[in-house]
């Protein structure tokens, strides 16, 4: 492991001279039926690093990524680090008005991108807030942005030089920068991987999760790179039929999902999908808990485990996991290798076993602070030790056990939804006088977004909760939408004015399928 203070560059970590000696020839990435052997890789590296160094950035500039998973998401990746730059990796869920917000919080000097996303966002007719390139309008690519016949030099970095930033959504709805060093990835590969995925040259890694999520970046950059191995990089949706596809044509040894894909996997294979499970040989699952039931379900289906492990964007990745062989439905695992743990009271004491609390990690991986937000910092991080907003208990074989979290967000398919920037962007329609979201959890246990409204006119019937939805879809991400919409006279609060949303929590449904 590097020492802070050392020289070190990741984009040399994965494809240095040490690196293509050894894995050289190895497929790095298969995509749409291409392949490239790290050697190739490091091509394309060098052909991105020469054409963003004649873009006239200077080190620790932020570069934005906003593409589906591909090669040149890996390689502009690599090269960003390779020049000194700080890459900032957007998700492709984004909004045009999530866009300017990061474009502008990051201080974005370039913004990276393809048609795709492109034109989804209208970025030919309202230009983004700094200057960008499509991918795509480089054809054939390899002209222009592969070479130029220049070359760039590596920039001379540390361990813990800033390397990149990911943005991740807070309770208050703004999206706030965890900004991560050089050190980190290698941090997370020693750590996770060398302790609970144990990957060779021979292994083939899918993740139906993106390389702009902290675990997507993981499991189909970090682990399998740092190892030698291949990452089947799909820019599709991972729809059931598409994952199942991947299965039969790429035969991955690993598969990371979240709870919601595998959900949708057994549902697809119950209603006679066919699902090819045989080339894999560990499945690996995060963002959220995993329901025992879909944890049951697969090893009776599948006759595998899945390993849960809880991670988080500023830990980068997994500190505690299931190990194989070991694995307890319901539980998030033990601790991982390399990281310490602890689970506080209300009043900052030590928790009595058994008793819930709130979990403070440290670890070697841990960020490096949130981009230009000083005092959220110093409140999550503390010497050394992040404190991570969940609840957990443990039990005597120091398995952990997710309880909730201390704020009111929750995740749908593994992305966080804050109740927050759901209600306002609902409260923007003309008729809503005030709104409460909540999870709704379904019958294998997963959560999507249920709206409690209280109207101020207009008839409460399915044209006006359509009409609702549809402000609420101009806002929002298409995960963040509420699945549904229920009209009550009066919001429930305490004394002093807080709405009570465990009350709304244990409302029966509606009526399924009402809405
Ligand atoms: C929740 C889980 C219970 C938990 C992530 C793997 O999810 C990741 O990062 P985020 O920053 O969210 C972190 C929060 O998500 N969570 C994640 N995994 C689990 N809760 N069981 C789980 N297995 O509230 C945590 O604080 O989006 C996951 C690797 C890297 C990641 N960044």
Not at 203 to 212: A, H, I, Q
Not at 244 to 272: D, E
């Amino acid at each position: 492991m590097p020492s802070p203070k050392q020289p070190f560059n990741l984009c040399d970590y994965f494809i240095g001279p040490d690196k293509l000696n050894r894995f050289g020839n190895n497929i790095a990435i298969e995509s749409e039926g291409q392949s490239l052997t790290y050697r190739d890789l490091a091509a394309i590296v060098d052909q991105w690093a020469a054409t963003l160094s004649q873009r006239n950035l200077a080190a620790e500039d932020r570069i934005a990524l906003l593409l589906s998973d591909r090669p040149d998401f890996v390689a502009c990746f690599l090269a960003s680090a390779k020049l000194g730059l700080i890459c900032v990796p957007l998700s492709t869920f984004l909004t045009r008005e999530d866009l300017e917000f990061v474009l502008t919080d990051s201080g974005a000097k370039l913004l990276v991108t393809e048609h795709e996303h492109s034109v989804r966002l209208g970025l030919d007719s309202q230009p983004a807030p700094c200057p960008s390139i499509d991918i795509n309008a480089y054809s054939p690519r390899s002209t222009e942005i592969r070479n130029t016949g220049e070359w760039a030099a590596t920039a001379d970095t540390h361990a813990s030089s800033p390397c990149f930033l990911l943005y991740t959504s807070g309770s208050t709805g703004k999206p706030k920068g965890v900004l991560h060093a050089h050190q980190s990835i290698p941090r997370t590969v020693e750590c996770y991987a060398g302790s609970v995925l144990k990957m060779t040259p021979e292994d083939r890694v899918y993740s139906s999760s993106r390389l702009f999520f902290a675990y997507g970046l993981g499991n189909s950059l970090s682990f399998p790179l740092a190892a030698g191995a291949t990452v089947v990089l799909d820019p599709g949706r991972p729809t059931p039929e598409r994952v199942a596809a991947i299965f039969s044509q790429y035969r991955p040894t690993l598969f990371f999902g979240v709870p919601a894909v595998y959900n949708s996997l057994l549902q697809f294979k119950a209603t006679g999908g066919e699902v090819d499970t045989t080339s894999l040989r560990r499945c690996l699952s995060a963002g959220e808990a995993l329901p025992g039931r879909i944890f049951e379900d697969w090893k009776n289906n599948v006759g595998l485990e899945i390993l849960d492990g809880i991670g988080s964007t500023e830990m980068l990745h997994i500190f505690i996991s299931n190990r194989p062989g070991h694995a307890l439905a319901g539980s998030s695992g033990q601790a991982v290798n390399g990281y310490r743990l602890r689970l506080r009271s209300d009043e900052g004491g030590e928790c009595a076993r058994g008793e819930a609390g709130h979990l403070w990690v440290n670890g070697a991986s841990a960020f490096a602070g949130y981009w230009h937000r000083d005092e959220l910092t110093q409140e999550t991080l503390r010497n050394g030790w992040v404190r991570t907003g969940d609840l957990y208990t443990t039990d005597d074989e120091g398995f952990f056990f997710h309880v909730g979290r201390v704020d009111d967000c929750f995740k749908v398919r593994g992305l966080w939804v804050s109740p927050l920037e759901v209600e306002s962007a609902i409260l923007a329609h003309e008729s809503v006088s005030e709104a409460a979201v909540v999870p709704s959890i379904d019958d294998a246990g997963l959560a999507t977004a249920r709206a409690f409204v209280v109207i101020k006119n207009g008839e409460p019937n399915e044209d006006l909760k359509q009409r609702i939805r549809e402000t609420a879809c101009q806002r929002l991400a298409n995960y963040k939408v509420p699945s549904q919409i229920e009209f009550i006279s009066a919001m429930p609060r305490t004394a002093t004015g807080k709405v009570q949303r465990f009350k709304l929590r244990d409302l029966g449904p509606e009526g399924r399928g009402a809405n």
